[in-house]
């Protein structure tokens, strides 16, 4: 494990992660069932610089009234950025321990419980319901994530909602937003205005669909 402490403004975010991404545990197979190989098992459990962005995002966004989902959260630092501003937030993922890092680290945070549904884009329709603002990092690893990941947005969105996404430039993102505009969203992106608290360049966008 690691211990890290990120500032926002005058703000403290504890977390505990993986301590790289060559970790690897998966007790009875219950990752590898769910189909995430060993490979992929510990990309949940890192801050990458596309969830940082995304929490600095929702650091100072307008929150008020909105009910909030993050899919695909693994460790969960915009929840957690979101929850200590007491927002209405519920996070969602497909990984198996994701619950239980997101409990770690709320209580690391002194914050209020954050409800966690485990779900795949895929799984038949859920009980979330809708929300306002939908949000999320780095998701759109494969080729035939798009239109899953349109489609699970679409089925949680609200009939007015703000969708951000924040995408290292995979090559995925220009399909998925055709995707999304075909579901009537409108679509902008563009680069995060300040990334000082990231130790490398970061190329990526921040993608924005609203209906």
Known sequence: MRYQTMEFGGVDI???SLRDNQQFLDVDQVAANLGISSASWPLFGIVWPSGQVLAHLMFEYEIAGKRILEVGCGIGLASLVLNHR???IT???YHPEVAAFLSANVLLNAGRSIPFVRTGWGDPQSLLGEFDLIVGSDLLY???HVDMLAGFIDQHAA???AVVLVDPGRGNHARFSRKMISLG???SQAAPVSVDYLSQPFRGQVLSYQR
Do not use: L, N
């Open 14 to 16: 504890h977390i505990r």
């Open 86 to 88: 007491q927002a209405d």
């Open 91 to 93: 996070a969602t993922d």
């Open 142 to 144: 494969e080729h035939e």
């Open 159 to 161: 009939t007015s909602c």
């Open 185 to 187: 969203y409108s679509h």
